[in-house]
């Protein structure tokens, strides 16, 4: 196995690191060379408050339970990938471990395969955990990916390719869990002092960081829409536990100029549904779909030093006198707009008819906007979510200008029993 600290092994979809090493940009190091420069940001056990670290990893060890777990398991892990049985015989060296990220939860390291008689690399992602609370959240993560893909729909969460452990020289036995390398795919991030209240799709270089400005109103309102959209997809998701700028969403710009996004973190979530279709009773069904869209409203891209809470799966950012700051990745419209995609879509994932989704996405969406603005008007919704609170009268109008352009359509199904259910719930 060879090793390498370097996050610009990957550029633009093409592996490069044998052109890097002939440039003498990077060098092959040994396990002990491998330096995930553990200590740069607080990991997930320094930020919980009840539950503590029983083991942090060192600088060796991680690699060490990797080598371990790749030792024993690498067989399936190819055979999963590529979707049918690989012998060992026919993995060939070298077999390349890239380290390509460190951050509160995780190391991120790019497993580099040869394998006989197939011409393409096998690229896959192997994550690692920091301590001992991130361990649980890592396999918890894992779990949550293949319920979504195998549950929902697979086509915005990468294919996984199987949870297993490694166990490094000192004992310690940690999760890991193997999925898909998304080739061409970069980090979404709002980046303040760079391009404002803007996206930037973030990227390592040989140079080092480097972040692309998202210039355009119109490119940022599509991915904003496609971030809320998977969000309401995945409405089991959690979004308080969601981190724009923790890489959660990546995207991957074409050569045409389309855009394609992906939900690559998925840290805790519930065991239902918020709003899902039924197919043997043909009707949609909500579960508190106010307190999901009260949340989905109150997204909000937070500064790189934000603080996750193990307890409640929240972020929260410093106070700003501490350089904290959050900024809302679009305006409200543009929030429900996502939303109701993500709502037509999940509906159609879970066998809703297709010629009958859109006026049944329209009906549940009207619905459930009509109840929030009864919610918002008592003051049910302010109770528990001060954001909402704050910006009350905005929401109201952005709710107010939707409605009428959704009803406008004339598409929605207006099934007196259905609305009464719907609002009853």
């Keep these: 196995m060879r090793f390498f600290d370097t996050k610009a092994t990957i550029n633009d979809g093409k592996y490069n690191i044998d052109d890097l090493l002939s440039a003498g940009t990077i060098q092959i190091l040994s396990a002990e060379e491998v330096d995930p420069f553990t200590g740069v940001l607080p990991s997930a ?24 777990c790749l030792n024993r398991n690498l067989g399936t892990m ?6 049918q049985e690989v012998n060992m015989a ?40 920091r301590d001992s609370v991130a361990n649980g959240i890592l396999l918890e993560d894992c779990n949550n990916q293949v319920y979504f893909r195998e549950q929902v729909k697979p086509d915005y969460i990468p294919a996984n390719y199987g949870a297993y452990t490694g166990t490094s020289e000192d004992g310690t036995t940690m999760n890991i869990y193997v999925n898909e390398w998304l080739t061409g795919f970069r980090e979404l991030h ?14 390592q270089t040989e140079e080092g960081t480097q972040y692309t400005p998202i210039a355009d109103t119109k490119t940022h309102h599509q991915i904003a829409l496609e971030i809320y959209k998977q969000l309401t997809i995945y409405n089991e998701l959690h979004v308080t536990s969601v981190s724009i700028n923790s890489g959660d969403s990546v995207i991957k710009v074409n050569s045409d100029g389309t855009l394609e996004v992906r939900l690559i973190t998925t840290r805790s979530r519930d065991e239902l549904p918020r709003i899902s279709y039924d197919k043997r009773a043909d009707r949609v069904i909500v579960r508190k779909p106010s307190e999901y869209l009260a949340y989905l409203l109150s997204l909000k891209a937070t500064s ?39 709502v037509r879509e999940r509906l159609l994932a879970d066998g809703c008819p297709e010629n009958r989704v859109q006026a049944y996405a329209d009906d549940a969406v009207i619905n459930i906007l009509q109840v929030f603005q009864e919610k918002l008007a008592k003051g049910d919704i302010s109770k528990s979510n001060p954001y909402v609170a704050e910006h009350k009268d905005d929401i109201n109008k952005a709710i ?10 004339g598409t929605a199904d207006t099934h007196a029993a259905e609305k009464a259910a719907l609002k009853a719930i």
């Design 90 to 129: 026919d993995i060939v060296d070298p077999i390349d471990i890239v380290f390509t990220k460190g951050g509160t939860f995780e190391f991120i390291f790019q497993l580099v395969i040869r394998i006989k008689g197939h011409a393409e690399l096998l690229l896959v992602t192997i994550h690692m955990p």
């Design 304 to 342: 790189p030093n934000a603080i996750y809470n193990t307890e409640t799966a929240a972020w929260r950012a410093p106070a700003p006198e501490k350089g904290g700051w959050e900024m809302r990745i679009a305006g409200f419209e543009t929030a429900l707009e996502g939303f109701h995609m993500g």
């Design 45 to 68: 056990g320094d930020m919980s408050t009840k539950v503590k670290n029983t083991w942090k990893v060192s600088r060796t060890r991680t690699v060490e339970a990797c080598v371990d």
């Design 400 to 409: 107010a200008t939707y409605l009428d352009k959704v009803m406008q359509k």
């Design 190 to 203: 709002v980046a303040k002092g760079v391009n404002g209240d803007r996206f930037v799709i973030f990227g």
């Design 78 to 83: 190819v055979s999963r990938a590529i979707g």
